[in-house]
């Protein structure tokens, strides 16, 4: 009986304690739950540090460009929910660093755009690759980079000439467009000087006279 009863005991004992393990368990993962999402709370809060000091050294001034938020919704459906307008200032040929706004040229060779929606080459584009092609910031399109333009990367994956390249650099920036943006040759700049008394049809008759004098 005696033996029994230690054995019904010690039985007792092993049910208690495999009844009470998952319990036990349970609690260690909930101690360690706080510290995990203290953790993953840290990386976002870094996370989201970085791109907004990404974009306040990178994009627009708000001098030139200010939009109505500076926040937006991840979705169209969240911007349904939502029902915030959103709309752009812009003050065009403005000075938004103090000073004349940076101007690039390619040259005679034809701009860096993304091909299926027209974008320019920005801070914001992502070089991959090697630096041989780059990924457009708009519409997530991996375009080639022309011979003429390309760089390798570094160690961080930027351009070893990014420090170079304004339009790598701001947000803003002037573009002197080459000879493939221009439909006809450049005109001879021609000046007509208009004496004060004159009325337009005494004008148009006064180039008329002169025009055929010449002839």
């Not at 609690?27 to 306040?56: D, G, I």
């Not at 990178?58 to 926040?71: E, F, H, Q």
């Not at 974008?119 to 910031?137: L, Q």
Request: aromatic share 10%; hydrophobic share 25%; glycine share 4%.
């Amino acid at each position: 009986r005696c033996v029994q009863e230690t054995e019904y005991k010690q039985q007792s004992q092993d049910q208690v304690g495999a009844q009470t393990q998952p319990v036990q368990d349970i609690h260690q993962q909930a101690s360690y739950a706080p510290e995990t999402f203290t953790q993953q709370s840290s990386q976002q809060e870094q996370v989201a540090s970085e791109v907004r000091l990404h974009l306040e050294t990178y994009g627009s001034p708000k001098t030139v460009m200010r939009p109505s938020s500076d926040l937006f919704p991840l979705s169209k459906k969240l911007q349904a929910q939502t029902q915030i307008p959103f709309s752009m200032s812009v003050q065009p040929f403005g000075s938004p660093y103090g000073e004349e706004t940076p101007l690039i040229s390619f040259g005679n060779q034809p701009l860096v755009r993304c091909e299926p929606c027209r974008a320019y080459i920005n801070p914001f584009a992502k070089f991959v690759e090697n630096g041989y092609f780059w990924k457009c910031n708009m519409c997530g399109s991996k375009e080639p980079v022309p011979n003429y333009y390309y760089a390798a990367l570094d160690s961080n994956g930027e351009r070893v000439d990014k420090a170079q390249r304004p339009e790598l650099m701001y947000g803003t920036f002037d573009i002197k467009a080459g000879s493939d943006y221009s439909s006809r040759p450049p005109v001879p700049v021609s000046y007509t000087h208009l004496r004060a008394h004159e009325t337009p049809e005494h004008l148009v008759c006064r180039l008329l006279l002169e025009k055929k004098k010449k002839k």
